[in-house]
Structures are given as structure tokens and as C-alpha cells.
């Protein structure tokens, strides 16, 4: 009996160890690398792989751009909805859910000038 208890109470500290050490293996990724959030980055997370809990940070000086969150309809059309998630404080941290997660920039002429990005996270 001592010893079933001792085999499940190290099976657990193992989950346990295993669970923190896949939360704490979140990466966070500058958007746009040294240029940022900027004109033309709609290609910049190719070749890049992103997992849920990943950490978007979106920088940019103040009043140049902002970061709405939208959906596929809002990132082709260029049109956040009136319940978009707006950003705009010049380093803004976004985690990554499952799936694909959309950004623009809602600044006129932006978006159709490749200010926005399209991430799938696994």
C-alpha cells in the first residue's frame, strides 16, 4: 500500500512539473522584429511557428498606429467591427489563443498597406 502511494504521489509531482514546464515555455515574439509594428509586415510571421500562450508584443511610437483585434472577415475587409479590441499603447502585449488570431492597424490606409498580420497558434 506504502508503496502504491509513494508510485502515485511521484506520478503526480512528474504531471505537475511537466504541466509548469509546458506553461513557462511561452515565447514571446516582437512583432516585425527591429522594425515593429510597421507598413508592409502582413508577411512577417511566415516561417515562424506559434503555440497557444505565446506572447505577441506589438511596439510603435504613440499615435502612429494601432492593433485591432479581428476576426478573417475584419483582417481581409480592413473593417474592425464596434466590438474590436483596440491597442494603442505603443508596446502592446497580446497571448496567442488556439488557432488563428487576426490584427490590423484601423488607421486610415494602413491595413491596405500590409499593416496587419494572421497567426495560427497550435
Known amino acids: 500500500m506504502v508503496g502504491r ?31 515593429g509594428w510597421s507598413f508592409n509586415i502582413e508577411n512577417w510571421p511566415n516561417g515562424k511557428s506559434f503555440k497557444a500562450g505565446d506572447v505577441l508584443v506589438f511596439k510603435y511610437g504613440l499615435g502612429t498606429h494601432n492593433v485591432v483585434v479581428v476576426d478573417a472577415e475584419g483582417y481581409n475587409s480592413c473593417k474592425p ?21 487576426y490584427f490590423i492597424c484601423s488607421y486610415p490606409g494602413h491595413c491596405e498597406a500590409a499593416v496587419k498580420i494572421k497567426v495560427t497558434a497550435s
Not at 464596434?82 to 488556439?98: C, E, F, R, V
Open 81 to 101: 467591427t464596434s466590438d474590436s479590441k483596440t491597442y494603442t499603447s505603443g508596446n502592446d502585449k497580446i497571448t496567442l489563443a488556439a488557432g488563428t488570431s
Open 5 to 35: 502511494s509513494y508510485n502515485a504521489a511521484l506520478a503526480l509531482i512528474c504531471l505537475c512539473l511537466f504541466y509548469h514546464l509546458e506553461i513557462t515555455a511561452a515565447t514571446e515574439f516582437t512583432v516585425g522584429d527591429s522594425a
